[in-house]
Nanobody, 135 residues
Framework: EVHPVESGGGLVQAGGSLRLSCAAS????????IGWFRRAPGKELEGIVC????????????HYSDSVKGRFTISSDNAKNIKYLEMNELKPEDTAVYYC????????????????????????WGQGTQVTVSS
């Protein structure tokens, strides 16, 4: 069963940093695109980073939402089959439950920007991890 598992959330002061992890269970990130989404209190789910390392040049790449561009970075530990979301310069408005989601590369026919717009494009989701940024 494909099951991404998030960890690394917590409480941090504004301006601080935090690193979230998304560990793969039942699949390999080499074959899957990943999306990081978040849901802030009272707000809708927001796609913040979507990435695909497939060889296809059109459907591959990394998309960052404007809200996190320049502050958040996705990275990988291929040996451990883990994806990370490095979050810097955190703001109180970054407070949310953060989710990682994955989708097989073979099923993707849109850009990563489009994948981030439509959460339903991802079939497998983690349980979420809470990030709270205090002012």
């Amino acid at each position: 069963e494909v099951h991404p598992v998030e960890s690394g959330g917590g409480l941090v002061q504004a301006g601080g940093s935090l690193r979230l992890s998304c560990a793969a269970s039942g699949f390999a990130f080499d074959d899957y695109a990943i999306g990081w989404f978040r849901r802030a209190p009272g707000k809708e789910l927001e796609g913040i980073v979507c990435a695909n390392n497939a060889t296809s040049t059109y459907y591959s790449g990394t998309h960052y939402s404007d809200s996190v561009k320049g502050r958040f970075t996705i990275s990988s530990d291929n040996a451990k089959n883990i994806k990370y979301l490095e979050m810097n310069e955190l703001k109180p408005e970054d407070t949310a439950v953060y989710y990682c989601a994955v989708q097989p590369q073979r099923d993707i026919r849109v850009t990563m920007a489009s994948m981030c717009l439509f959460a339903t494009a991802f079939d497998s989701w983690g349980q979420g991890t809470q990030v709270t940024v205090s002012s």
